[in-house]
């Protein structure tokens, strides 16, 4: 892609952003009546819709009953029309499968799966229009399904992705910037113990640069924390409000 | 198959020696076991073997059209197997989580950190392009597979050559190696993967777990770094919550085993050249020395055995003497005798819910020897102890599909007979005569 | 949950409703819930409308792609349906559950839009024989509460309506071959005519009575229900019986009237909006799932 810099001498990027800025983040909870929780969330062009059922009795073969957590289940699915080109298969490609193993990986370390034996915990998410950053809006979905559908949780999981052009980290990144090839590295936290719950990344970059990226995106991801927890509060006002209470 | 389930105190004992700073096989915690790479009389095929592990790569080409967004690039496609060989646990043709895994990291590892120069691949821009598919199939699995399968991966492409092409105007040439030497693939850099296996929610860090240790492992960290030290992939994986620093630790040994590794992998490759220029036999046949007596030699594993004869002196000389465990037969009818007292029939305490007594679990059992009570009044100390742990209910020692798991204990009888290992974990307790406790057997 | 189960004294008062025209949110045995509309929610499509109906929750987007038309069609453009029951709208839809179900609607709307008048092709041609537009329309089923087929149809038509497909020149070189050229502008563009779309109107038969727009509750309570899909003009294009009862054919007659009745004032009410949404133009905020 000759000709788009995705960084320009002045330090602004393709959409205005600086290095370090978020896309516009807006989310919903409580979208769905019907599932016990639901979350919709907007990062920038990112469209991400999040539904949880559970903790219920396990369905299917109960031999994948664990005698002392609770199984999380989950699964991750783009849209046929969330990206440019028409996706053919919604789910049970690669990728698609590859996600929806770190989705699970990353919500059994968060959930207190203790407090449920032997039940299960559904998440499902959906990507109605994906621009970058889809694992992380995803995560963002799904931490506050989760808490919509009152499952207790060690704390939040913020994911953001990062980049790193000319020796400068990029935060949050969209389409273009994934496409580029440059080093990428997706990253959810617990923001208040600083705990890594799954890390990823893709393409070369140098060790030296290594704890750049990490601090980058570990500051990203206590910004993303700070916008999900005004949406839960202000979510949690209107429920009060409206219960009369 | 499933795979059989490690027992707990296997468990517990790999989580000791882990904590002690030990390993089975004698390394230590940043050690790798020995890479032994050998290749096959073709170009593009190899064998690496991590340990017991092994992995056979096998790299071939053809010419196709290339995708549609991408005119002027090669494909390269990585396909890694589980065969039924390398472990019974290994169903054919059933897609694991565990294959979908592997793949994907081998994947991002080979593939998006741009180690093959794909424009090199083009033939016809638009037309033709060189299609190179890597096989990998595990042989054996005796733990690590990621590493050794992305060993025998780069291996495998550095070791293959091409048939070599020619283009004049619109006809294109491809020579046979008869005709011109093949060409070897043009690969910028090598990443290697090296995982790290974390234990006690973190506290502890492995590298190159072996199978053991895979199965009682929290988490696990793959980073895929090549020589200049620059990280192509990093993915954990495992319920795990790392710290930052942790993840700067790895990378930096992650350097260092790397640059090994890789100055290995040079060696073998230029040994097996030397080899072919020569026009020695070069093969897998020949790797494999059988006529001499060393050819199934197995190599002693580097346990620290300096003061063993003295711990298990010590550990015998506090035990107590076994107990006289014959007694004299009773010889009811002819034909019909009894040695010992049988154990006292327990079906009917099994309704009993009240005054649970747990069989000890095998936490302290590598150290206390029995908790052989003779006495009633010991025995209530005993059971005082024991209801207090019954809070912890029963043991899940399988993944049976039965809902009540109950766990046998020997009884011990008046005649205070002692299980056969005095390290055994069962801790034997007297029954009363009328005491009624209920018991719980595990099957 | 695609479907409720229900005690036999639920069934008994909801059919005994029914009989004296009383639903159980008060509506009459032809009210429709409140249905939202709202298109051009996803911007990666050419077209794109959420549709919510009570608690049924679709999404539906159009992709165009420039394709080959179809053999025995040469100057057609096509249409192709896609339906996916997402995991989202009950759990028994994970996997690959929802196939059955996606693959039942996709036919049905394949059938209903059979048929010349529905769907202009002709002007998604762009060169016989060689160059169309193929329109993929895909359905994205988010929350099931009933009446899926209603919501779909409906889902599909305003979308339809919001669906702008950039004009092609085809340019002729000099050795004859040609070249497609897209206009840039994205205000050239055609747009379709969907006034004879038709709309799928789902009758469920309760006890004596048919309703129109069944909850989860009222379909657990039916024995047969007839998909009649009435264009705006109340010309039927087609019709399907489900469920596992019969139909008298009296029955049958009465429910096509009712259909086309609805239909049409579906139809008259559904274009009204659109046409308000459309004038609103650049002003309108769009809502989509924050609202």
Same mark, same amino acid.
């Given at each position: 892609m000759a000709g788009l810099e995705l960084l320009s001498d002045q330090g602004y990027r393709l959409d205005g952003r600086k290095a370090v800025e978020l896309r516009k983040i807006q989310a919903r909870m409580?979208?769905?009546?019907?599932?016990d929780g639901s979350a919709y969330i907007e990062q920038g062009n990112t469209k991400a819709l999040a539904v949880v059922y559970g903790p219920h009795e396990i369905r299917g073969?109960?031999?994948?009953?664990?005698h002392d957590r609770a199984v999380v289940n989950c699964q991750y699915s783009m849209a046929?029309? !969330?990206?440019?080109e028409r996706k053919r298969?919604?789910?049970? $490609?690669r990728k698609s499968s590859e996600m929806t193993l770190h989705l699970k990986q990353t919500f059994e370390a968060a959930?207190?799966?203790?407090?449920?034996?032997r039940s299960q915990i559904d998440i499902y998410v959906q990507i109605l229009?994906? $621009?970058?950053g889809n694992y992380c809006a995803c995560v963002n979905a799904a931490t506050l399904a989760i808490m919509d559908a009152g499952i207790p949780m060690r704390d939040y999981v913020c994911a953001c992705s990062t980049g790193f052009i000319e020796d400068t980290p990029l935060v949050d990144l969209c389409y273009v910037e994934e496409a580029a090839g440059g080093p990428q590295l997706a990253l959810a936290l617990?923001?208040? !113990?600083?705990?890594?719950a799954l890390l990823e990344m893709n393409s070369r970059l140098h060790e030296d640069h290594l704890e750049k990226v990490l601090d980058a995106a570990s500051k990203a991801c206590r910004d993303v924390y700070a916008v999900l927890d005004r949406v839960v509060r202000d979510h949690v006002q209107e429920v009060c409000t409206l219960l009369g209470e | 198959m499933r795979e059989p389930p490690l027992s707990n105190c296997e468990k517990s004992f790999l989580l000791k020696a882990i904590r002690e700073g030990k390993r089975l096989d004698g390394r230590e915690t940043y050690d790798y076991r020995n890479i032994k790479i050998s290749f096959g009389t073709d170009y593009g095929c190899c064998i690496v073997e991590l340990g017991r592990t092994r992995v056979l790569g096998q790299v071939s080409c053809e010419l196709v059209p290339p995708k549609v967004n991408r005119p002027t690039e090669g494909i390269i496609f990585f396909n890694l197997e589980l065969s039924p060989m390398a472990s019974p646990a290994f169903e054919l043709g059933r897609q694991s989580e565990l294959l979908i895994k592997l793949n994907r990291l081998l994947e991002r590892c080979l593939r998006n950190s741009k180690c093959?120069? #794909?424009?090199?691949?083009?033939?016809?821009?638009?037309?033709k392009v060189w299609q190179v598919r890597v096989d990998l199939h595990l042989?054996?699995?005796?733990?690590?597979i990621i590493d050794a399968a992305s060993i025998a991966a780069i291996v495998a492409l550095s070791h293959f050559r091409r048939h070599d092409v020619s283009i004049q105007g619109d006809e294109v040439t491809v020579y046979t190696p008869e005709e011109r030497e093949p060409v070897p693939l043009s690969i910028h850099h090598m990443p290697i993967c090296v995982s790290f296996a974390f234990f006690q929610q973190g506290t502890y860090l492995l590298v190159d777990p072996s199978d053991r240790e895979e199965r009682v492992l929290d988490g696990m960290l793959v980073i895929a770094m090549n020589k200049h030290r620059e990280i192509c992939t990093i993915q954990s994986s495992g319920g795990i919550m790392l710290l930052k620093e942790q993840v700067l630790r790895c990378s930096k040994i992650a350097g260092v085993k790397v640059t090994e590794i890789t100055e290995l992998i040079q060696k073998a490759l230029e040994n097996d050249k030397k080899i072919r220029k020569e026009g020695g036999k070069c093969g897998f046949v020949e790797s494999?020395?059988?006529?001499?007596?060393?050819?199934f030699k197995v190599e002693k594993a580097?346990?620290?055995?300096?003061?063993v004869e003295e711990k298990a002196e010590g550990i015998l000389s506090r035990a107590e003497p076994p107990?006289?465990?014959?007694s004299k037969p009773v010889l009811w009818a002819t034909g019909t005798a009894q040695i010992g007292e049988g154990l006292e029939?327990?079906?009917?305490?099994?309704?009993?819910?009240?005054?649970q007594v747990e069989d =000890?679990?095998? =936490?302290?059992a590598i150290d206390d020897? #029995?908790?052989?009570? #003779?006495q009633n009044i010991e025995m209530e100390d005993i059971s005082g102890k024991e209801e207090k742990k019954s809070d912890v209910d029963v043991v899940v020692l399988?993944?049976?599909?039965?809902?009540e798991v109950i766990i046998l204990e020997p009884e011990e009888s008046r005649i205070h007979t002692r299980s056969?290992?005095?390290?055994?974990s069962s801790a034997t307790k007297t029954t009363a005569g009328k005491k009624k406790r209920k018991k719980k057997f595990a099957l | 949950m695609a479907w409720v189960r229900l005690s036999e004294a639920e069934k008994v008062y909801i059919a005994h409703g029914v009989q004296e025209d009383l639903r159980q949110d008060g509506r009459s045995c032809e009210d429709y819930r409140c249905i939202e509309v709202e298109t051009? @929610? @996803?911007?990666?499509?050419s077209g794109s409308a959420r549709v919510k109906l009570g608690h049924t929750d679709i999404l539906v987007g159009i992709k165009a792609e420039m394709g080959t038309p179809k053999l025995e069609r040469p100057h057609e453009g096509c249409v192709e349906f896609f339906v996916d029951c997402s995991a989202n709208a009950a759990p028994e839809f994970e996997g690959r559950g929802g196939e059955e179900l996606g693959t039942e609607i996709a036919n049905t709307l394949y059938r209903m839009f059979n048929?010349?008048?529905?769907?202009?092709?002709?002007?998604?041609?762009?060169?016989?024989?060689?160059h169309c537009w193929i329109l993929y329309v895909d359905v994205l089923l988010l929350?099931?509460?009933?009446?899926?087929f209603d919501a779909i149809s409906i889902g599909v038509k305003a979308a339809l309506f919001n669906t702008r497909i950039p004009k092609v020149r085809i340019l002729e070189d000099e050795e004859g071959s040609k070249e497609i050229e897209l206009s840039d502008?994205?205000?050239d563009c055609i747009r379709l005519n @969907?006034?004879?779309v038709p709309c799928i109107i789902t009758l469920s038969k309760i006890g004596h009575r048919h309703v129109v727009d069944a909850t989860l509750q009222e379909e657990a309570c039916t024995l047969a229900s007839l998909l009649v899909s009435v264009t705006s003009?109340?010309?039927?294009?087609g019709m399907k019986k489900v469920g596992k009862g019969s139909l008298d054919p009296e029955s049958i007659f009465e429910m096509i009237e009712t259909g086309k009745r609805v239909g049409k004032a579906v139809h008259v009410s559904l274009q009204e909006i659109l046409n308000k949404e459309e004038s609103l133009g650049k002003q309108r905020q769009k809502v989509g799932f924050l609202g």
């Open positions: 409580g979208v769905f009546a019907q599932a073969s109960r031999s994948k009953a664990l046929t029309f !969330s990206t440019g298969r919604p789910h049970g $490609d959930i207190l799966t203790q407090l449920y034996p229009q994906a $621009d970058g617990l923001p208040k !113990s600083e705990q890594i | 093959i120069d #794909t424009e090199s691949l083009c033939v016809v821009a638009g037309e042989l054996n699995h005796e733990g690590n494999m020395p059988q006529q001499w007596i060393t050819a580097p346990v620290d055995v300096t003061d107990a006289e465990a014959v029939s327990s079906w009917r305490d099994m309704e009993e819910e009240e005054g =000890e679990d095998d =936490e302290g020897p #029995t908790l052989a009570v #003779t399988s993944d049976s599909e039965e809902e056969k290992h005095p390290a055994d | 051009d @929610v @996803v911007s990666n499509t048929n010349e008048s529905s769907l202009d092709l002709k002007a998604l041609c762009i060169s016989q024989a060689e929350e099931c509460g009933g009446n899926l502008d994205p205000y @969907v006034e004879n003009k109340g010309l039927l294009t």
